[in-house]
């Protein structure tokens, strides 16, 4: 089956520098990615939809400036999350859907990636 | 606003016990999506449907358009099966990634 991979899975960092997350769909292409956020013991939340060459767009409530998203090729979505802070740690998750005429574009989903800022 | 409630929120069972987990919704969808997160975050897409029934090994889902309501579930349940299930439905259309989740529910397999 079809298979996305993010890195790093765990991360922790000090507060104040940049986190740079990837998320790889390692053998189909994906023109749209999505990047989602959960906090513990909550649901969900789609942060934003990746585009692959063109700007992200972002739900409401998400700071684009500070989580910076790049499309920059069919298998390839980064989130970075700028000069992150306590309150940004989270589980980050992304997913890639597949696209094509054998396929009903559905959603593969990353195995994550556990931001701890201190 | 769409709301998506599961029911329960915890569950645990005895090796080999069916298992049913219950979801509602509240705005008419295109599509509703069951994930399995495991114990470590990482999320697999388990169905996809948009009416009827889905079968994959022993997992099964079914959806009734009309009341709204999907279930999962899981025969001969298996240790291996202890996992938080989602269920998520998307209004536009199932590739969306704009899925409103649930908040899971949380299955204790004991052997």
């Known amino acids: 089956g079809a298979v996305v991979s993010q890195h790093p899975s765990r991360v922790i960092c000090k507060s104040g520098t940049s986190v740079k997350i990837e998320c790889r769909s390692l053998d189909f292409q994906a023109t749209t990615m999505f990047w989602y956020r959960q906090f513990p013991k909550q649901s969900l939340m789609l942060m934003a939809t990746?585009?692959?060459?063109?700007?992200?767009?972002?739900e409401q409530g998400v700071e684009k400036d500070k989580f910076l998203i790049n499309h920059a090729s069919l298998t390839l979505s980064t989130l970075t999350v700028t000069s992150a802070h306590p309150e940004d740690s989270s589980f980050y998750i992304c997913s890639a859907r597949r696209e094509g005429v054998a396929y009903t574009g559905e959603l593969f989903f990353g195995e994550g990636s556990r931001l701890t800022v201190l | 606003k769409n709301e998506v409630e599961q029911s329960p929120q915890n569950l645990t069972a005895q090796e080999g016990e069916f298992i049913t987990i219950n979801c509602s919704y509240s705005?008419?969808?295109?599509?509703l999506h069951w994930l399995q997160q495991h114990p470590g975050g990482g999320i697999v897409s388990l169905f996809m449907l948009s009416s009827g029934k889905k079968k994959h090994g022993r997992l099964i889902a079914t959806i009734n358009i009309q009341e709204k309501h999907s279930s999962l579930h899981i025969t001969a349940s298996h240790p291996r099966d202890s996992a938080v299930y989602i269920c998520?439905?998307?209004?536009?259309?199932?590739?969306?990634?704009?899925?409103?989740f649930g908040k899971g529910t949380k299955l204790s397999v004991k052997p």
């Open positions: 990746s585009n692959e060459g063109s700007k992200a767009t972002y």
């Open positions: 998520a439905d998307s209004n536009y259309g199932g590739s969306q990634g704009n899925l409103i």
């Open positions: 705005v008419g969808i295109s599509a």
